[in-house]
């Protein structure tokens, strides 16, 4: 089992750039496939990135391709998002989330552990 704990959220204007880093437990993080997700109000949990176990396979949604970076770090239990020209329609929780088995997927149910999100706001 592994616990994940997200931080790195905060208001920002339109424009600007975000750093979400995602601390996991355990000593088995370099088996996990990692990703990232985000749930703004009123709307389902969707996709945003993952890495794969080596680092080497990264994968990301459309709306936010070209603009946001997944990385991992194995030696520190950390995956990090970096949210560069964020935009108002960035806004939303992020979270974080393991997956133990299989190929890296987008779909939220493939997921085994996720964090507790944390808030980004983007202002106009």
């Known amino acids: 089992q592994v616990q994940l704990v997200e931080s790195g959220g905060g208001l920002v204007q339109a424009g600007g750039s975000l750093r979400l880093s995602c601390a996991a437990s355990?000593?088995?993080?370099?088996?996990?496939?990692m990703g990232w997700f985000r749930q703004a109000p009123g709307k389902e949990r969707e996709f945003v990135a993952l890495i794969n176990r080596s680092g080497v396979i990264r994968s990301y949604a459309d709306s936010v391709k070209g603009r946001f970076t997944i990385s991992r770090d194995n030696a520190k239990n950390t995956v990090y998002l970096q949210m560069n020209s964020l935009k108002p329609e960035d806004t939303a929780v992020y979270y974080c989330?393991?997956?133990?088995?299989?190929?890296?997927?987008?779909?939220?149910?493939?997921?085994?552990?996720w964090g507790q999100g944390t808030q980004v706001t983007v202002s106009s």
């Open positions: 989330a393991a997956r133990n088995s299989g190929i890296a997927v987008t779909n939220t149910r493939a997921y085994d552990y």
């Open positions: 355990g000593r088995t993080f370099s088996s996990y496939i």
